[in-house]
């Protein structure tokens, strides 16, 4: 009973340093998403994937580039961490795009020094 | 102009009382608005979501919609301390975007 499972759960980076966020879903979901999420300014889209195949940009891409490895796995890669990158990340996935309920997962809590 | 506007609170409301929340989007082509519940260092889940005008019921919460003002809240009969949460509203808009928009959230504080 898994649902959305993303690694690591805390991470201290230095800038300037890369790093890759995993997460996997097991509910055969088709649409995945990465969103960031800092003190009074919500759940921000960073790039989702619609289905298999396919990635977009959200409303804040800059700095980021993500990989949908395959229907269960979608991956955000920081190439080069910047303190303005320190937030909360989180994953989600739905059965399609937008109308359906979003699952999210227990996030990362990411420190860029 | 934010796309999806929430007060951002505290909204602190005693024991057995309504807590009414509320939220304003911009897109008047939106098609459909959940609300997502959210405890302190935690991830969100999905509490409604609501299509049409009007109001949904379930349980102790109530969605209500009204499209022509752009306007979606959600009522919560008898809080009770563990209701106690930030409140998100999500929205999907017909931008392109394939993915929710969220507001920054509305924390409820319910007074024992």
């Known amino acids: 009973n898994a649902g959305v499972t993303q690694t690591p759960k805390f991470q201290v980076l230095k800038t300037g340093q890369s790093m890759t966020l995993q997460c996997a879903q097991d509910?055969?979901?088709?649409?995945m998403y990465w969103y960031r999420q800092d003190p009074g300014m919500g759940l921000r889209l960073i790039y989702y994937s619609a289905s298999e195949g396919t990635t977009d940009k959200g409303e804040v891409p800059n700095g980021y580039n993500v990989s949908r490895l395959n229907k269960r796995e979608f991956s955000l890669r920081l190439e080069s961490a910047a303190p303005s990158q320190t937030s909360v990340y989180f994953c989600a996935s739905s059965e399609e795009t937008g109308n359906t309920e979003a699952f999210f997962g227990q996030g990362t809590r990411l420190t860029v020094v | 102009q934010k796309e999806v506007e929430q007060n951002s609170g505290p909204l602190s409301v005693p024991e057995g009382a309504i807590a009414s929340l509320n939220c304003t989007y911009s897109d008047r082509g939106s098609q459909s608005f959940f609300w997502y519940r959210q405890y302190s260092g935690k991830s969100p889940e999905l509490i409604m979501f609501i299509y049409s005008n009007g109001d949904k019921e379930d349980g102790r919460f109530t969605a209500q919609l009204n499209k022509a003002s752009q306007y979606v809240s959600l009522l919560i009969r008898d809080s009770q301390p563990s209701d106690s949460a930030t409140y998100l509203c999500?929205?999907?808009?017909?931008?392109?975007?394939?993915?929710?928009?969220f507001g920054s959230g509305t924390r409820l504080q319910v007074q024992p």
């Open positions: 999500a929205v999907f808009m017909d931008t392109g975007r394939r993915a929710l928009t």
């Open positions: 509910m055969n979901h088709n649409s």
